[in-house]
Protein backbone atom coordinates (compact mmCIF):
# COMPACT_ATOMS: atom_id res chain seq x y z
CA UNK A 1 0.00 0.00 0.00
CA UNK A 2 1.46 3.50 -0.85
CA UNK A 3 1.29 6.41 1.68
CA UNK A 4 -1.28 9.03 0.55
CA UNK A 5 -1.37 12.40 2.57
CA UNK A 6 -4.03 14.63 2.38
CA UNK A 7 -3.95 18.41 2.89
CA UNK A 8 -6.79 19.72 5.92
CA UNK A 9 -6.34 22.95 6.48
CA UNK A 10 -5.33 26.04 3.87
CA UNK A 11 -1.54 26.25 5.41
CA UNK A 12 -0.92 23.25 6.91
CA UNK A 13 -1.87 19.73 8.28
CA UNK A 14 -2.40 16.36 6.43
CA UNK A 15 -4.23 12.83 7.10
CA UNK A 16 -2.31 9.97 6.68
CA UNK A 17 -3.39 7.22 5.10
CA UNK A 18 -2.05 3.40 3.37
CA UNK A 19 0.16 2.89 6.17
CA UNK A 20 0.12 0.51 9.50
CA UNK A 21 1.80 2.13 12.36
CA UNK A 22 1.66 -1.19 13.94
CA UNK A 23 4.33 -2.77 11.66
CA UNK A 24 7.72 -1.18 10.69
CA UNK A 25 7.78 1.07 8.07
CA UNK A 26 9.49 0.33 4.91
CA UNK A 27 12.35 3.10 4.15
CA UNK A 28 10.33 4.52 1.35
CA UNK A 29 7.16 4.84 3.77
CA UNK A 30 9.87 6.50 6.20
CA UNK A 31 10.88 8.84 3.50
CA UNK A 32 7.18 9.71 2.30
CA UNK A 33 6.15 10.59 5.68
CA UNK A 34 8.93 12.93 6.63
CA UNK A 35 8.35 14.43 3.48
CA UNK A 36 5.12 15.18 4.76
CA UNK A 37 6.29 16.70 7.78
CA UNK A 38 8.31 18.91 6.27
CA UNK A 39 5.20 19.81 3.59
CA UNK A 40 2.03 20.09 6.55
CA UNK A 41 3.98 20.57 9.58
CA UNK A 42 1.19 18.32 11.34
CA UNK A 43 -0.06 14.58 10.09
CA UNK A 44 -2.87 12.96 11.67
CA UNK A 45 -2.69 8.87 11.49
CA UNK A 46 -6.39 7.91 12.20
CA UNK A 47 -7.11 4.46 13.52
CA UNK A 48 -3.91 3.36 15.12
CA UNK A 49 -4.25 1.19 17.89
CA UNK A 50 -0.29 0.93 18.70
CA UNK A 51 1.16 0.19 21.64
CA UNK A 52 4.27 2.33 23.59
CA UNK A 53 6.91 0.07 21.92
CA UNK A 54 5.16 0.05 18.43
CA UNK A 55 5.49 4.27 18.77
CA UNK A 56 8.97 4.22 19.70
CA UNK A 57 10.19 1.64 16.88
CA UNK A 58 7.61 4.24 14.45
CA UNK A 59 9.28 7.27 16.00
CA UNK A 60 13.06 5.69 15.77
CA UNK A 61 12.34 6.31 12.34
CA UNK A 62 13.25 9.99 12.08
CA UNK A 63 16.06 10.16 14.55
CA UNK A 64 17.09 9.50 18.17
CA UNK A 65 15.07 9.89 20.96
CA UNK A 66 14.96 12.98 23.34
CA UNK A 67 15.84 12.20 26.83
CA UNK A 68 13.00 13.42 29.25
CA UNK A 69 15.69 14.62 31.53
CA UNK A 70 15.54 18.15 31.58
CA UNK A 71 11.97 18.55 30.27
CA UNK A 72 9.79 17.97 34.05
CA UNK A 73 10.42 18.15 37.42
CA UNK A 74 9.29 14.31 37.85
CA UNK A 75 11.60 12.31 39.54
CA UNK A 76 12.86 9.23 37.49
CA UNK A 77 11.84 6.91 40.26
CA UNK A 78 8.25 8.88 40.08
CA UNK A 79 7.55 8.39 36.41
CA UNK A 80 4.65 6.45 35.52
CA UNK A 81 5.98 5.27 32.31
CA UNK A 82 8.80 2.68 31.83
CA UNK A 83 8.56 2.10 27.94
CA UNK A 84 10.97 5.51 27.06
CA UNK A 85 8.14 7.92 25.97
CA UNK A 86 7.49 10.83 27.34
CA UNK A 87 4.20 11.25 29.64
CA UNK A 88 2.28 14.12 28.60
CA UNK A 89 -0.97 13.14 31.20
CA UNK A 90 -2.21 14.37 34.10
CA UNK A 91 -1.13 10.89 35.95
CA UNK A 92 0.58 9.80 38.28
CA UNK A 93 1.99 6.68 39.17
CA UNK A 94 -0.43 5.06 40.37
CA UNK A 95 -2.73 4.73 37.17
CA UNK A 96 -4.57 8.13 38.92
CA UNK A 97 -5.04 11.90 38.17
CA UNK A 98 -2.79 13.82 40.20
CA UNK A 99 -3.81 15.98 42.56
CA UNK A 100 -4.44 19.92 41.48
CA UNK A 101 -1.96 20.90 44.33
CA UNK A 102 0.45 18.38 43.06
CA UNK A 103 3.87 19.74 41.87
CA UNK A 104 4.03 17.80 38.65
CA UNK A 105 0.40 19.06 37.96
CA UNK A 106 1.00 22.22 38.63
CA UNK A 107 4.21 22.71 36.67
CA UNK A 108 2.44 20.84 33.52
CA UNK A 109 -0.20 23.14 33.39
CA UNK A 110 2.62 25.38 31.12
CA UNK A 111 1.71 22.72 28.56
CA UNK A 112 -1.53 24.75 28.15
CA UNK A 113 0.08 28.03 26.86
CA UNK A 114 1.66 28.34 23.25
CA UNK A 115 4.53 26.66 22.84
CA UNK A 116 7.43 24.75 20.52
CA UNK A 117 8.34 21.32 22.30
CA UNK A 118 11.64 21.30 23.65
CA UNK A 119 12.83 24.94 22.66
CA UNK A 120 14.09 25.35 26.09
CA UNK A 121 16.95 22.92 24.88
CA UNK A 122 20.11 23.44 23.51
CA UNK A 123 19.22 21.09 20.67
CA UNK A 124 15.33 21.55 20.53
CA UNK A 125 13.62 18.66 19.11
CA UNK A 126 13.07 17.85 15.16
CA UNK A 127 9.72 15.76 15.96
CA UNK A 128 7.03 15.06 18.36
CA UNK A 129 4.69 12.54 18.06
CA UNK A 130 1.28 11.95 20.42
CA UNK A 131 -0.92 9.25 20.52
CA UNK A 132 -4.25 9.13 22.27
CA UNK A 133 -5.08 5.98 24.32
CA UNK A 134 -7.52 7.20 27.08
CA UNK A 135 -9.12 10.65 26.43
CA UNK A 136 -11.23 12.87 28.44
CA UNK A 137 -14.97 13.61 26.61
CA UNK A 138 -14.92 17.35 27.47
CA UNK A 139 -11.76 19.40 26.91
CA UNK A 140 -7.78 18.45 26.43
CA UNK A 141 -8.06 18.90 22.65
CA UNK A 142 -4.36 20.28 21.00
CA UNK A 143 -3.63 23.11 19.05
CA UNK A 144 -1.41 24.02 16.36
CA UNK A 145 -0.81 26.98 14.29
CA UNK A 146 1.42 27.73 11.10
CA UNK A 147 4.72 29.83 12.28
CA UNK A 148 5.43 29.80 8.67
CA UNK A 149 2.12 31.80 7.72
CA UNK A 150 2.70 33.46 10.32
CA UNK A 151 6.19 34.71 9.62
CA UNK A 152 4.06 35.52 5.85
CA UNK A 153 2.01 37.67 7.34
CA UNK A 154 4.71 39.96 8.65
CA UNK A 155 5.08 43.37 6.56
CA UNK A 156 8.85 43.89 5.21
CA UNK A 157 9.78 46.57 8.10
CA UNK A 158 9.12 44.14 11.20
CA UNK A 159 11.17 40.79 9.34
CA UNK A 160 13.93 43.28 8.57
CA UNK A 161 13.66 44.01 12.32
CA UNK A 162 13.20 40.58 13.98
CA UNK A 163 15.92 38.99 11.30
CA UNK A 164 18.54 38.62 13.81
CA UNK A 165 16.87 38.35 17.02
CA UNK A 166 18.25 35.94 19.22
CA UNK A 167 15.91 34.81 22.18
CA UNK A 168 16.60 33.38 25.60
CA UNK A 169 14.08 30.42 26.01
CA UNK A 170 13.63 28.32 29.52
CA UNK A 171 10.80 26.44 31.12
CA UNK A 172 11.35 28.59 34.33
CA UNK A 173 10.16 31.86 32.01
CA UNK A 174 6.66 29.93 30.64
CA UNK A 175 5.79 28.10 34.25
CA UNK A 176 6.85 31.67 35.90
CA UNK A 177 4.16 33.22 34.06
CA UNK A 178 1.36 30.90 35.50
CA UNK A 179 3.03 31.53 38.78
CA UNK A 180 5.22 28.11 39.26
CA UNK A 181 8.49 29.87 40.76
CA UNK A 182 9.70 27.28 43.55
CA UNK A 183 12.87 25.21 42.33
CA UNK A 184 15.29 23.49 43.73
CA UNK A 185 18.70 24.41 42.52
CA UNK A 186 19.83 21.84 40.61
CA UNK A 187 16.03 22.35 38.46
CA UNK A 188 17.13 26.19 38.25
CA UNK A 189 20.43 24.43 36.50
CA UNK A 190 18.65 22.18 34.76
CA UNK A 191 16.63 24.73 33.37
CA UNK A 192 18.95 27.69 32.91
CA UNK A 193 17.95 29.46 29.86
CA UNK A 194 19.25 28.44 26.25
CA UNK A 195 19.65 30.74 23.03
CA UNK A 196 17.71 30.40 19.57
CA UNK A 197 17.10 32.82 16.87
CA UNK A 198 13.52 33.90 16.72
CA UNK A 199 13.42 33.49 12.66
CA UNK A 200 14.26 30.17 11.40
CA UNK A 201 14.62 28.67 8.33
CA UNK A 202 13.58 25.17 7.10
CA UNK A 203 16.61 22.67 6.06
CA UNK A 204 14.56 21.40 3.47
CA UNK A 205 11.94 23.83 1.59
CA UNK A 206 14.12 27.26 3.07
CA UNK A 207 10.67 28.79 4.34
CA UNK A 208 11.50 31.32 6.83
CA UNK A 209 9.15 30.67 10.35
CA UNK A 210 8.82 32.33 13.97
CA UNK A 211 10.38 30.56 16.80
CA UNK A 212 8.41 31.79 19.23
CA UNK A 213 7.15 29.98 22.36
CA UNK A 214 5.98 30.61 25.89
CA UNK A 215 9.25 29.06 27.01
CA UNK A 216 10.78 32.53 25.82
CA UNK A 217 11.57 35.03 28.48
CA UNK A 218 14.09 37.24 27.26
CA UNK A 219 15.94 38.51 23.97
CA UNK A 220 19.80 39.04 23.68
CA UNK A 221 21.00 42.88 23.65
CA UNK A 222 17.53 44.13 25.08
CA UNK A 223 15.78 44.83 28.57
CA UNK A 224 13.55 42.36 30.28
CA UNK A 225 10.63 44.94 29.67
CA UNK A 226 11.71 45.84 25.44
CA UNK A 227 12.12 41.65 24.84
CA UNK A 228 8.60 41.26 27.09
CA UNK A 229 7.17 44.11 24.62
CA UNK A 230 8.47 42.51 21.52
CA UNK A 231 7.61 39.34 22.94
CA UNK A 232 3.87 40.02 22.78
CA UNK A 233 4.27 38.84 18.66
CA UNK A 234 3.74 35.50 20.29
CA UNK A 235 0.47 36.22 21.57
CA UNK A 236 -0.58 38.81 18.68
CA UNK A 237 0.41 36.76 15.41
CA UNK A 238 -1.00 33.45 16.03
CA UNK A 239 -4.69 33.97 15.99
CA UNK A 240 -3.62 36.92 13.10
CA UNK A 241 -2.47 34.02 10.75
CA UNK A 242 -5.30 32.75 10.50
CA UNK A 243 -3.49 29.06 10.62
CA UNK A 244 -4.47 27.77 13.85
CA UNK A 245 -6.29 23.96 14.15
CA UNK A 246 -8.07 22.51 16.93
CA UNK A 247 -7.19 19.26 16.94
CA UNK A 248 -9.93 17.12 19.08
CA UNK A 249 -8.03 13.65 20.20
CA UNK A 250 -10.30 10.37 19.71
CA UNK A 251 -8.42 6.96 21.23
CA UNK A 252 -6.41 4.84 18.79
CA UNK A 253 -5.48 8.22 16.81
CA UNK A 254 -2.12 9.05 16.61
CA UNK A 255 -0.13 12.52 15.41
CA UNK A 256 3.63 14.24 14.81
CA UNK A 257 4.10 17.67 14.57
CA UNK A 258 7.18 19.28 12.95
CA UNK A 259 9.28 21.82 15.49
CA UNK A 260 10.92 23.51 12.51
CA UNK A 261 7.29 25.03 11.75
CA UNK A 262 4.26 24.80 14.35
CA UNK A 263 3.50 26.16 17.75
CA UNK A 264 1.11 24.16 19.87
CA UNK A 265 -0.97 24.54 22.84
CA UNK A 266 -3.07 21.87 24.67
CA UNK A 267 -6.47 22.86 26.39
CA UNK A 268 -7.35 22.00 29.39
CA UNK A 269 -9.59 19.11 30.74
CA UNK A 270 -11.12 18.18 33.85
CA UNK A 271 -9.77 15.23 35.53
CA UNK A 272 -12.27 12.23 35.29
Known sequence: MT???????????????????RKPLTPQEARDIEAGMDKYAVLLFRNQDI??????????????????????????????????????????????????????HLFNLGNCLWHSDSSFRPIPAKFSLLSARVVNPKGGNTEFADMRAAYDALDDETKAEIEDLICEHSLMYSRGSLGFLDYTEEERQMFKPVRQRLVRTHPVHRRKSLYLSSHAGGIVGMSVPEARSCDQLRNGLTPFCQSVLTDALVPAKAGTHNHRCPLLAKATATAP
Not at 4 to 18: K, M, N, P, T, W
Not at 78 to 85: A, E, I, M, N, V
Not at 97 to 104: I, N
Open 3 to 21: VSIRQLQAHFFGEVSGVDL
Open 51 to 104: TDEQQLAFALNFGEREKARGGTVTKKEDYRLTSGLNDVSNLGKDGQPLPRDHRT
